[in-house]
């Protein structure tokens, strides 16, 4: 096996063309630390890049209620919502997260 090193802007502009998802390992929470995420809590859902890690408590940076995902498979697949709320800074209790994964989109920054 052979390790070619790209930045992340080459990787995000030829990702597509590659046929498979950039293999990251988490280990602890603060390994998330600027990966975009979406997460569903027990009461909602958001969308954001996390800036920082303080015990429980993710700190995300543009992040964005998803009012309406629309069909989930689609909004996973294209990033694309029906009813986006932008709330700029916000943060997360992880206690309270049942399920999430890695955003692969461009983070909305436009109500919807």
């Given at each position: ?77 294209k990033g694309e919502a ?31």
């Amino acid at each position: 096996m052979k390790t070619i090193i790209i930045s992340d802007s080459t990787f995000e502009s030829i990702k597509d063309q590659l046929g498979q998802d950039e293999s990251i390992d988490i280990s602890s929470l603060e390994e998330l630390v600027g990966k975009k995420i979406f997460v569903r809590t027990v009461t909602y859902h958001i969308v954001g890049e996390v800036t920082k890690v303080l015990g429980q408590l993710v700190f995300l940076k543009n992040a964005s209620w998803i009012a309406d995902s629309g069909r989930f498979a689609d909004f996973i697949k294209k990033g694309e919502a029906n009813e986006v709320e932008p709330v700029g800074d916000w943060f997360i209790n992880f206690a309270s997260v049942v399920d999430g994964g890695f955003f692969k989109h461009a983070l909305p920054h436009s109500q919807k």
